[in-house]
C-alpha cells in the first residue's frame, strides 16, 4: 500500500529518516532517542501493511544490527491480523482502536434526518471537485491544516511541517478532493487510493464555512461515489476534545468499524530497560518516551 513506501514516508522526515529494512514489507522512521546517540523505529502513521509473524525475527535482527532499540508499528485495519501470532519474547500486538469504514458489502447506513438536511445545505452551496490544482490544494491544505493545529491538540506525527502537503500530493495515489464555491475551497480531504480500497488520510474544514456543511457535501460523495471500488477507511477518533464530535461526524457514514493494531518490539532488551528505568511497567510504549518520563542512563 502507498503508506509503506519509503517515499510517502519521506514527507514526515520531521520525525525523521526513512529506512526501509529488506525484511519488512513497508518503510520506517529512525528516531533519535532524546538524550542519547540511540534511535528506535516507528512504522508509518497511520498504519501499514502487517509484517509475516515468521519473518519478524529476521526484520528484528536486522534492526538490531542497525542499532534501533524498539519497534512501534501501527496495523493497517482490515488485515485480518491475530494478535496470538505476534506474541513473542518482548513482542506484542494489542488494539490501538477502532477506525471507522464504509463498507460497500454492508451497504450505505441510513441517514439521519439531520444529515439529510446538511447533505442538502452542502449540496446548494458547494460542488465537489476531484481534480484541483496541484498547488492551489496543497496552499489550502497548509492553511486549513495550521488552523486545525491552532485549536487540536495534536501529536508529533499529526503536526506536519510547512511543505509536507506539497510533497504529499505529489506521490501518485495521492488525492485531494476539495468542497468548492468559485475559488473558495471550504472542506478539504486527502486520500490514499489504491486499486480496491481507499484511506482517508486527511480532513480539513475552514472554520469560516462550516455553517454551509461542505464536509457533508464531501462525505456524500465519497459515499455514493467512492464506495463502488471497495472499503473507505476513515481513520478512527482522534485524541482531544474534538474527539467525540469526530467520531459522531464519521459513524453518520459508516457502515461499521475495523481494528487497526499496534505492534510493539523491543530490539534491545538491556538498553531499553535502562532507558525506560522506572516507567518500564508503565504500559506506555516506548516507556521511555512516556510523556513527563524521565529517560535512564543510556549504556557506557
Known amino acids: 500500500m502507498i503508506f509503506d513506501e519509503v517515499a510517502y514516508l519521506q514527507t514526515l522526515s520531521h520525525i525523521g529518516p526513512a529506512w526501509r529494512p529488506t525484511a519488512l514489507p513497508h518503510a520506517v522512521l529512525l528516531r533519535d532517542i532524546p538524550g542519547t546517540a540511540l534511535r528506535d523505529v516507528l ?5 501499514a501493511t502487517a509484517p509475516d ?37 518482548g513482542t506484542r ?12 458489502a454492508a451497504g450505505p447506513p441510513a441517514p439521519s434526518a439531520r444529515t439529510r438536511r446538511n447533505v442538502a445545505l452542502g449540496a446548494r452551496h ?38 509536507h502537503f506539497a510533497a504529499l500530493l ?37 472554520e469560516d464555512a462550516i455553517a454551509t456543511c461542505p464536509s457533508y457535501a464531501l462525505m456524500a460523495h465519497i459515499g455514493e461515489s467512492w464506495r463502488h471500488r ?18 459522531r461526524f464519521k459513524a453518520r457514514w459508516a457502515s461499521g468499524t475495523r481494528p487497526t493494531f499496534l505492534l510493539t518490539a523491543i530490539v534491545q532488551d538491556d538498553i531499553y530497560r535502562r532507558l525506560a528505568g522506572d516507567d518500564g511497567d508503565s504500559g506506555y510504549f516506548p516507556a521511555y518516551r512516556r510523556p513527563g518520563a524521565t529517560i535512564g ?4
Not at 494489542?94 to 464504509?102: G, R, S, T, Y
Request: proline residues 13%; hydrophobic residues 45%.
Open 230 to 247: 471497495g472499503p473507505v477507511y476513515m481513520g478512527g477518533t482522534p485524541d482531544g476534545p474534538d474527539g467525540p464530535g469526530v467520531a
Open 126 to 163: 458547494w460542488s465537489i471537485d476531484e481534480a484541483p490544482d496541484r498547488a492551489e490544494a496543497a496552499g489550502t491544505a497548509d492553511r486549513l491544516h495550521r488552523a486545525l493545529q491552532a485549536r487540536r491538540r495534536m501529536s508529533a506525527m499529526t503536526r506536519m511541517p510547512p511543505g
Open 43 to 47: 512504522g508509518p502513521w497511520p498504519y
Open 93 to 104: 500486538m494489542a488494539l490501538l482502536k477502532p477506525h471507522f469504514v464504509i463498507d460497500p
Open 170 to 206: 505529489a506521490i501518485p495515489g495521492i488525492h485531494a478532493l476539495v468542497a468548492r464555491a468559485g475559488t473558495a475551497i471550504g472542506a478539504m480531504i486527502i486520500a490514499a487510493r489504491e486499486a480496491e480500497e481507499t484511506h482517508l488520510l486527511h480532513f480539513l474544514v475552514d
Open 53 to 89: 509473524p515468521a519473518g519478524l525475527p529476521a526484520a528484528l535482527a536486522e534492526m538490531r544490527a542497525a542499532g534501533v532499540v524498539s519497534f512501534t508499528g501501527m496495523v493497517r485495519p482490515g488485515a485480518g491480523t491475530d494478535p496470538a501470532d505476534y506474541a513473542g519474547e
Open 297 to 300: 542512563a543510556p549504556p557506557p
